[in-house]
Structures are given as C-alpha cells and as structure tokens.
Nanobody, 126 residues
C-alpha cells in the first residue's frame, strides 16, 4: 500500500473548473494504476476515472468529455481536471491506487484498488 493525499477541493459555481491533485508515496509510482472515485451525499462511492501506467485513461459516462485525468510520474502525482462542472458533481472525491497485481479486474469497482486517500470535498453551487 501507499499513502495518498488529495488536495484542490472547494466550492465552485456551475460551469466553473477545478483541478484536484493526489500525491503518492513510494518509489514505483509510475507502475501504479491510479483512479478517482467520488461519493455524493447519501450515495455510494462511484467510479470517475482511471489512468494506467502506460498513460491510457478511461472515464465514467457522467464525466466523459468534461473531466480529464493525467499523471506526472516525476512528482508522484495524479490530477483530475474538472471542467463545465454541474451540481451533480458535488461529492467527496477520493484518489485510489492499484499497486500490485490481483485477481480483481473491474477497474470501475473499489476492490480493484488497494490504497485510498482520505478524500477532498467538492461542492458545486447551481
């Protein structure tokens, strides 16, 4: 497991942009699959985006075209750029890492990841 620390959350208005950052510990960050999840008030945690070690990325349908995930291996950091934000984007956003291989292969589900950050609150006012 690795330590993950999210930052960049806050209160924005609908249509605004926000960038979240997640800093990871460890010397093999470039090998990790990194994901972002979110948990809206009163709902379950849901997949947002993933980026693999080779730079490929995938997104949930609800954010595709608006959000962008990227990574900077030299800084052990993954980012989530959120544009054209909506009230429905209000949630606690969590960073996750898959640091070792396993038998679970569904990257949209939480068991795929073995490390989690503490979360950062994002609130979008309409």
């Amino acid at each position: 497991q690795v330590q993950l620390v999210e930052s960049g959350g806050g209160l924005v208005q609908a249509g605004d942009s926000l960038r979240l950052s997640c800093a990871a510990s460890g010397s093999t960050f470039s090998r990790y699959s990194m994901g972002w999840f979110r948990q809206p008030p009163g709902k379950e945690r849901e997949f947002v985006a993933v980026i693999w070690s080779d730079g490929r990325a995938d997104y949930s349908d609800s954010v595709k075209g608006r959000f962008s995930i990227s990574r900077e291996n030299g800084r052990n950091t993954v980012y989530l750029q959120m544009n054209s934000m909506k009230a429905d984007d209000t949630a606690v956003y969590y960073c996750a890492a898959r640091t070792r291989s396993g038998s679970y292969y569904d990257f949209t589900r939480t068991p795929y990841y073995d490390s989690w950050g503490q979360g950062t609150q994002v609130t979008v006012s309409s």
